[in-house]
């Protein structure tokens, strides 16, 4: 039996250049699955909202370099953190990385004191929608509903409160 040791996290800037296959491959995906230039939305957010001491960037490694998984989150409001561009490389699925990229940013949230996070995705990514159900998060519509009918399909997760903010009560 081989041993695979775990991916690494690194936190990175907009700029290091391995973050673009993480922003290549995930638009390449989007604009399969909705039909258009789905590029253009990564140049929606300016970089700096990707930056401490708001947001952030990271990236899983495998132990020779190779970006597999990654995300990042800009602020949404004062206490609450938006979760954008989560991506798994697609050789790289179905082996938990995307659930360990949500942990890793809630917790670099978490230790930059938002108490809230905010995401959206696509109504054709049903895997995303199903990774957000499984690790806690709210659905912010009608989960009922035709998800084409509602376009961006929201959702929300209180973070616990941490040692810095200890008179908050923690809620899930």
């Known amino acids: 039996m081989t041993y695979t040791p775990e991916p690494s996290v690194i936190h990175v800037p907009v700029s290091d250049p391995r973050v673009r296959p993480l922003l290549r491959e995930l638009g390449d995906e989007y604009s399969r699955r909705y039909g258009k230039d789905a590029h253009a939305e990564f140049s929606r957010y300016p970089d700096e909202e990707f930056t401490a001491p708001h947001g952030g960037i990271l990236l899983l490694l495998l132990e020779h370099g190779e970006p597999v998984a990654g995300g990042a989150f800009r602020r949404y409001d004062a206490t609450t953190a938006e979760l954008k561009r989560i991506w798994t490389h697609s050789a790289h699925r179905r082996k938990g990385l995307a659930r360990r990229v949500v942990a890793e940013l809630e917790r670099e949230a978490s230790a930059r ?13 049903p895997e995303a929608r ?19 009918a509602i376009g961006p399909l929201p959702f929300e997760k209180h973070l616990p409160a941490t040692a810095t903010h200890p008179g908050k009560a923690a809620r899930l």
């Open 113 to 125: 004191d938002y108490r809230r996070i905010y995401l959206t995705t696509g109504p054709r990514q």
């Open 130 to 148: 199903g990774l957000y159900l499984a690790t806690g998060y709210a659905p912010l519509f009608d989960t009922e509903a035709d998800p084409e």
